[in-house]
């Protein structure tokens, strides 16, 4: 095990730390995590003979902890109380009650529950799915009642270690962030919450031109100028000078304090902390984290958490280790069985459809053709590409990770896509040599056996 001295000691003071109890790891040697992203599923799926499924749901079952981004909400809606909310998160994600055994049964043991779809049904569509997860088994975190419950590790026991899940959301619907009581206010449930304050940078030629057309709007008032030269607002949007154009983050530092600390508390208790974040940003185009990230993903680390994992850009992006920890800056999808039904009328509104003339399948594809209009859409098959991750532990050190390619079905009729397989020969290459070359700037090196890919420490 590392001494303190090698941890950066988040604390502060050695004496206190040690007293506390140790941030190194402390799991019997061959613990396995296996990690996989979204899982937007409407239905059961180990009950039929999907092709290829049975094999994926074998490497889940073999692993200690089977991790997995829940981005549904799960209940009968024949019985449901609440209602589709006005703000939801691109998309009214709901799934039946079988889901909740479903997922048992495919091997998952803990979920990450903070993300932009976790208010799609309002407060009683998140109560409804951690009801269904806790009849099952599933440990969740990243929700609660107020921010203090939303924030805080949850706990899995297994028989190698215990297992702390610290999960945030850096991508959200801005009514959904839990808060805590304050004086006579109550708290109010929601989800664990990564605010990001947004600029782009531009080159200085450019920003004297935005300066010179805010300065040229009607009502504009000198007052609320920017006060630096290298900074000017427009139409709600901040640019500041860089050397190329792109877009820049601030993470809210009371939100870092705050997560920091609880995974540092995780730790504590717990022989193995995973941190997870559901993050779009910059957008769900980018195969590169937002430019914050990396180092906050070593801030991570050094309070104790011994994997981080993002989900949230529904593709790939690289991977690194730091100071012999695993570092996922995004693994996808993992199901994207999206037969929602209902959507809701917002989104058929927002779609200009009519739903006594049209379906819901129909509003989805539609949805699928406007983003691919703006952006690299849905429809693209690079979102049905994706990976299982299995990373094995020896001696309280990353020893392995296993890189099992999948394919999504992205050619397949829309009421059998998005249920995984593990992807043939040439399509496993394909995957495997993107995330190769993304993953390179991060220093890490992935071997290729037999279409899986292989990291060793």
Same mark, same amino acid.
């Given at each position: 095990m590392r001494e303190h001295s090698e941890l950066n000691n988040p604390v502060g003071n050695v004496d206190a730390y040690d007293k506390v109890g140790s941030l190194a790891t402390n799991i019997a040697d061959g613990f396995t995590l296996v990690a996989v992203g979204d899982l937007i599923v409407s239905r059961a799926l180990t009950r039929y003979q999907h092709a290829g499924f049975d094999q994926l749901v074998r490497i889940l079952h073999d692993a200690d902890v089977t991790f997995g981004n829940m981005e549904t909400s799960i209940f009968d809606i024949r019985r449901f109380d609440g209602s589709p909310q006005a703000e939801y998160g691109g998309a009214y994600h709901v799934s039946s009650p079988e889901l909740g055994p479903d997922l048992k049964e495919m091997g998952f043991n803990i979920l990450s529950y903070a993300n932009n779809h976790t208010f799609d049904w309002g407060v009683e569509g998140m109560r409804e799915t951690c009801r269904a997860l806790e009849q099952n088994g599933i440990v969740y975190a990243g929700v609660g009642e107020n921010q203090s419950q939303a924030g805080s590790a949850r706990f899995l026991e297994t028989p190698r270690g215990r297992v702390a899940l610290v999960s945030f959301a850096s @991508?959200? @619907?801005?009514?959904?962030? %839990?808060?805590?009581? %304050?004086? /006579?206010?109550?708290?109010?449930?929601?989800?664990? @919450? $990564?605010?990001?304050? /947004?600029e782009i940078a531009v080159p200085l030629a450019m920003l004297d031109n935005l300066r010179?057309?805010?300065?040229? $709007?009607?009502?504009?008032?000198?007052?609320?100028?920017?006060?630096?030269?290298?900074?000017? @607002?427009?139409a709600g949007v901040t640019f500041k000078t860089g050397e190329q154009v792109g877009y820049c983050y601030q993470a809210n530092p009371s939100d870092v304090a705050n997560i920091l600390r609880n995974v540092r508390r995780g730790k504590q208790f717990a022989d193995f902390c995973i941190a997870t974040n559901h993050g779009h940003e910059p957008g769900n185009w980018c195969q590169q984290p937002p430019d914050y990230e990396q180092a906050f993903a070593h801030k991570l680390i050094d309070a104790g958490a011994d994997a981080y994992i993002v989900h949230g850009p529904h593709q790939l992006r690289g991977i690194e280790i730091y100071k012999g920890k695993p570092i996922l800056y995004s693994v996808g999808n993992f199901i994207m069985d999206d037969l929602r039904t209902p959507v809701g009328a917002d989104m058929f509104e927002e779609h200009g459809r009519d739903p006594r003339i049209h379906t819901d399948a129909e509003v989805s594809v539609e949805e699928m053709a406007k983003q691919e209009e703006t952006e690299l859409g849905f429809s693209d098959p690079i979102f049905y590409e994706s990976i299982i991750v299995v990373s094995r532990f020896e001696h309280n050190q990353l020893a392995e990770l296993r890189l099992y390619p999948i394919d999504l079905g992205h050619s397949k009729r829309f009421a059998?896509?998005?249920?995984?397989?593990?992807? %043939?020969? /040439?399509?496993?290459?394909?995957? $495997?040599?993107? $995330?190769?070359?993304?993953?390179r700037p991060f220093g890490t090196e992935i071997a290729i056996e037999n279409n899986v890919g292989i990291i060793k420490r």
């Amino acid at each position: 095990m590392r001494e303190h001295s090698e941890l950066n000691n988040p604390v502060g003071n050695v004496d206190a730390y040690d007293k506390v109890g140790s941030l190194a790891t402390n799991i019997a040697d061959g613990f396995t995590l296996v990690a996989v992203g979204d899982l937007i599923v409407s239905r059961a799926l180990t009950r039929y003979q999907h092709a290829g499924f049975d094999q994926l749901v074998r490497i889940l079952h073999d692993a200690d902890v089977t991790f997995g981004n829940m981005e549904t909400s799960i209940f009968d809606i024949r019985r449901f109380d609440g209602s589709p909310q006005a703000e939801y998160g691109g998309a009214y994600h709901v799934s039946s009650p079988e889901l909740g055994p479903d997922l048992k049964e495919m091997g998952f043991n803990i979920l990450s529950y903070a993300n932009n779809h976790t208010f799609d049904w309002g407060v009683e569509g998140m109560r409804e799915t951690c009801r269904a997860l806790e009849q099952n088994g599933i440990v969740y975190a990243g929700v609660g009642e107020n921010q203090s419950q939303a924030g805080s590790a949850r706990f899995l026991e297994t028989p190698r270690g215990r297992v702390a899940l610290v999960s945030f959301a850096s @991508t959200f @619907t801005p009514m959904s962030r %839990a808060c805590d009581p %304050a004086g /006579e206010g109550p708290g109010r449930p929601g989800l664990n @919450t $990564l605010r990001l304050k /947004e600029e782009i940078a531009v080159p200085l030629a450019m920003l004297d031109n935005l300066r010179a057309v805010r300065d040229a $709007l009607p009502n504009f008032n000198s007052v609320n100028s920017d006060p630096s030269p290298s900074r000017v @607002t427009l139409a709600g949007v901040t640019f500041k000078t860089g050397e190329q154009v792109g877009y820049c983050y601030q993470a809210n530092p009371s939100d870092v304090a705050n997560i920091l600390r609880n995974v540092r508390r995780g730790k504590q208790f717990a022989d193995f902390c995973i941190a997870t974040n559901h993050g779009h940003e910059p957008g769900n185009w980018c195969q590169q984290p937002p430019d914050y990230e990396q180092a906050f993903a070593h801030k991570l680390i050094d309070a104790g958490a011994d994997a981080y994992i993002v989900h949230g850009p529904h593709q790939l992006r690289g991977i690194e280790i730091y100071k012999g920890k695993p570092i996922l800056y995004s693994v996808g999808n993992f199901i994207m069985d999206d037969l929602r039904t209902p959507v809701g009328a917002d989104m058929f509104e927002e779609h200009g459809r009519d739903p006594r003339i049209h379906t819901d399948a129909e509003v989805s594809v539609e949805e699928m053709a406007k983003q691919e209009e703006t952006e690299l859409g849905f429809s693209d098959p690079i979102f049905y590409e994706s990976i299982i991750v299995v990373s094995r532990f020896e001696h309280n050190q990353l020893a392995e990770l296993r890189l099992y390619p999948i394919d999504l079905g992205h050619s397949k009729r829309f009421a059998n896509r998005g249920i995984p397989s593990l992807a %043939a020969p /040439e399509k496993a290459k394909s995957i $495997l040599a993107r $995330l190769k070359k993304l993953s390179r700037p991060f220093g890490t090196e992935i071997a290729i056996e037999n279409n899986v890919g292989i990291i060793k420490r």
